[in-house]
C-alpha cells in the first residue's frame, strides 16, 4: 500500500515521499528567460521544506514559445552555470528536480515574443488573445528539435527529469484538441494524427536523453471547452506515452478559456472540493503502466492519504500550496497534519506577474 512519506524511485530517480511541486511560473527570471538569484533561493526553500521532486515552472524551448514575463528560458546554452546552481541547491537539501519544457504556441503573443503566435492552425479560440499563424511541417520541426535540445540541455545540469507540458492549452495540448487543431495533413483529424506532434516530441526527446533518464508529461484528461480535447482522446493519447515508455503522467485539466473548471480552481473550502482531477487520473492510471500524479485542489493529508490508498495514484502534486507554505512536507511528516493554508484565492498570479510570486493572502494577514 502506498504511502506518503516512503522512498520511490522514477526510472532510477529516487523520491524521498511522493508528494511533489506541480510545475508553477514565478515570473522571478530575467527578460531574456534567465533564472535569478532570488529564484535559485526559491528552489533551496521549497527543497528544505521537504517536498520529493519539485518540478520547475514552465520554461520556453525556443524565443517564438515565450508566454508570459519573468518565464524561465531553456533555449539557449548561456544560461548553463544560473541552472547547474539551482539544481545543486536543489540537491544538497535532499530534494529532486525536472525542468518542465512548454512551447506557449497560441497562447503566446506579439507583444511577448516579437512575432505572431503559431499554432497548429489559424483559428482564433477564446484562450488565444490573438489569431495565430498555421505552423509549417519545417516549424514543427524546429520545435520538435528545441524540445529534444533543452532536454538535453537539463540532463547536462544536472536536472533529475524534464517533464513535457502537454496540459493548459499549450502547443502539444493545442495539437491534441480538436478545437485548435483543423489541420488536414498528417498532424490533424483522428486522434491518432492529433497525437503525432506529441509523439514526435517524446521520441526526439527520449532520442537525446537515452531511456535511463526520467521523461515525465503533464497531460490534460479535459480541456473543459466545447469541442476540445475530453477524456477518451487524453487516455489514447496517456497510453500510447505509456506503451512507448514515458515514465510518470501528471493528470490536470482545464484551460485559460475553461472559466470555473480553470487548471487552478478557486473556493476550496473543505474536503469535497479538493482533489478536483482525482477521478480521471484513475482512469489514465487503468490504462497506464507508468506511476501517474495527480494536480489540482490538494489541501488535506487525508485526502492525499486516501487518493493514494483508495485510488491506487502514486504520487500528488500541489501548486499554490506551497507558494503559502513551502514546508508544507515537513510540517506533515512532523506530525502537525492540519490541511494546508492555502485559500485558493489566486492572488499568487498577480505576484508573478509584478515581480515575483508570493502569497498575497498570507500578506495582508501579517500587515493586520
Ligand atoms: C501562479 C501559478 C503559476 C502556475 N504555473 C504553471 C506552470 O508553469 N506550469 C504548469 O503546468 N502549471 C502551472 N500552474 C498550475 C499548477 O501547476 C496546478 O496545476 C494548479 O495550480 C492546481 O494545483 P493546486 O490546486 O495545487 O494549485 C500554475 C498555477 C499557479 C497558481
Known amino acids: 500500500m502506498a504511502e506518503i512519506f ?4 522514477i526510472n532510477g530517480m529516487t523520491m524521498r515521499n511522493r508528494l511533489v511541486r506541480s510545475a508553477t511560473w514565478e515570473g522571478m527570471c530575467d527578460p531574456e528567460g534567465r533564472p535569478t538569484e532570488r529564484l535559485i533561493n526559491l528552489y533551496r526553500v521549497l527543497a528544505e521544506g521537504g517536498i520529493g ?9 525556443q524565443p517564438d514559445g515565450k508566454h508570459n514575463i519573468g518565464q524561465m528560458g531553456i533555449y539557449t546554452d548561456d544560461f548553463a552555470n ?11 537539501a535532499g530534494s529532486k528536480i525536472a525542468i518542465q519544457l512548454v512551447h506557449g504556441g497560441g497562447q503566446s503573443d506579439e507583444k511577448t515574443t516579437g512575432r505572431k503566435p503559431l499554432a497548429p492552425s489559424a483559428v482564433k479560440v477564446a484562450q488565444f488573445s490573438e489569431t495565430p499563424e498555421e505552423l509549417t511541417k519545417d516549424e514543427i520541426d524546429n520545435i520538435v528539435r528545441a524540445f529534444g535540445k533543452a532536454a538535453d540541455r537539463a540532463k547536462s545540469w544536472g536536472f533529475d527529469a524534464v517533464q513535457l507540458h502537454g496540459a493548459h492549452g499549450f502547443l502539444i495540448n493545442q495539437f491534441l484538441s480538436p478545437l485548435t487543431n483543423c489541420r488536414t495533413d498528417s498532424y490533424g483529424g483522428s486522434i491518432e494524427n492529433r497525437s503525432r506532434f506529441l ?6 526527446v527520449r532520442e537525446m536523453v537515452g531511456m535511463g ?3 515525465l508529461i503533464k497531460l490534460n484528461a479535459s480541456d ?3 469541442g476540445g480535447l475530453e477524456i477518451d482522446d487524453a487516455i489514447y493519447a496517456a497510453k500510447k506515452l505509456s506503451e512507448t515508455g514515458i515514465d510518470a503522467i501528471e493528470v490536470s485539466a482545464g484551460t485559460p478559456a475553461s472559466g470555473a473548471n480553470g487548471p487552478a480552481r478557486m473556493k476550496i473550502t473543505q474536503p469535497d472540493k479538493e482533489a478536483y482531477n482525482l ?20 489541501r488535506s493529508y487525508e485526502v492525499v492519504e486516501r487518493a493514494l490508498k483508495d485510488y491506487g495514484i502514486d504520487y500528488i502534486s500541489m501548486s499554490r500550496p506551497l507558494i503559502r507554505e513551502p514546508d ?3 510540517r506533515w511528516l512532523r506530525g502537525d497534519r492540519s490541511p494546508a493554508k492555502c485559500i485558493s484565492c489566486n492572488g499568487c498570479f498577480m505576484g508573478s506577474l509584478k515581480g515575483g510570486i508570493y502569497c498575497i493572502t498570507e500578506k495582508k494577514e501579517k500587515e493586520e
Open 199 to 204: 509523439a514526435e516530441v517524446y521520441g526526439k
Open 279 to 298: 477521478e480521471p487520473a484513475r482512469r489514465i492510471k487503468g490504462a497506464v503502466v507508468c506511476p501517474v500524479m495527480a494536480v489540482g485542489g490538494f
Open 82 to 92: 544560473d541552472y547547474k546552481q539551482m539544481t545543486r541547491a536543489v540537491h544538497d
Open 53 to 61: 521532486l519539485i518540478i520547475t515552472s514552465y520554461a520556453y524551448v
Open 328 to 330: 508544507l512536507a515537513n
Open 224 to 226: 473543459f471547452v466545447e
Open 213 to 215: 533518464y526520467p521523461v
Open 6 to 9: 516512503e522512498e520511490t524511485a
